[in-house]
T-cell receptor
């Protein structure tokens, strides 16, 4: 009964490959997010979707493309992976877009580029 | 634009001692403030939040934080540290007019010595 689940937990791949990370939430939330946490633990938002609609896109390269087939899922596809993409990627969700709503995080996907 | 500064990337306390983790923010509008905790290989978990009302907020695991507008601070405290409190702690700010877009501080690693 995990609230926000991401797969895979670990992803090791070669530079230049294309990969996807999946995220699902069973909280009935309207809004979902992707964050990137770098090697120094710094967390930065990448995207936010509300009811399948993109609302935040924070200066992320075009190689990153989020897809929301329904409001319970927000997947992240990454083309032509680069060394700098190595990080932990967190999916999160919140009840709605209101700023006072806490965000619920998944356990992260650790992406390592060889 | 908003920013969050957490003084001290590492804090070490003895078991049973007071825990004080510092957070200062800058925001052009009254913000909502959050503390999250991250245990190894896990996602972020909400500890507590300040939105409106009482400036001293209590969270889970015996933590509390006080919003001090004049000092633009939201420091996290716990009277007596427990070994299980060892983790990474993140302060985050969310301006209350910009949708649910968290800006995180750089994190503070809390170490608890026996």
């Amino acid at each position: 009964d995990t609230a926000v689940s991401q797969t895979p937990k670990y992803l090791v791949t070669q530079m230049g490959n294309d990969k996807s990370i999946k995220c699902e939430q069973n909280l009935g939330h309207d809004t979902m997010y992707w964050y990137k946490q770098d090697s120094k633990k710094f967390l930065k938002i990448m995207f936010s979707y509300n009811n399948k609609e993109l609302i935040i896109n924070e200066t992320v390269p075009n190689r990153f493309s989020p897809k929301s087939p329904d409001k319970a899922h927000l997947n992240l596809h990454i083309n032509s992976l680069e060394l700098g993409d190595s990080a932990v990627y967190f999916c999160a969700s919140s009840r709605d877009r209101d700023s006072n709503q806490p965000q619920h995080f998944g356990d992260g996907t650790r992406l390592s580029i060889l | 634009a908003q920013s969050v500064t957490q003084l001290g990337s590492h804090v070490s306390v003895s078991e049973g001692a007071l825990v004080l983790l510092r957070c200062n923010y800058s925001s052009s509008v009254p913000p909502y403030l959050f503390w999250y905790v991250q245990y190894p290989n896990q996602g972020l978990q909400l500890l507590l939040k300040y939105t409106t009302g009482a400036t001293l907020v209590k969270g889970i695991n015996g933590f509390e934080a006080e919003f001090k507008k004049s000092e633009t601070s939201f420091h996290l405290t716990k009277p007596s540290a427990h070994m299980s409190d060892a983790a990474e702690y993140f302060c985050a700010v969310n301006p209350n007019n910009a949708g649910n877009m968290l800006t995180f501080g750089g994190g503070t690693r809390l170490m608890v010595k026996p």
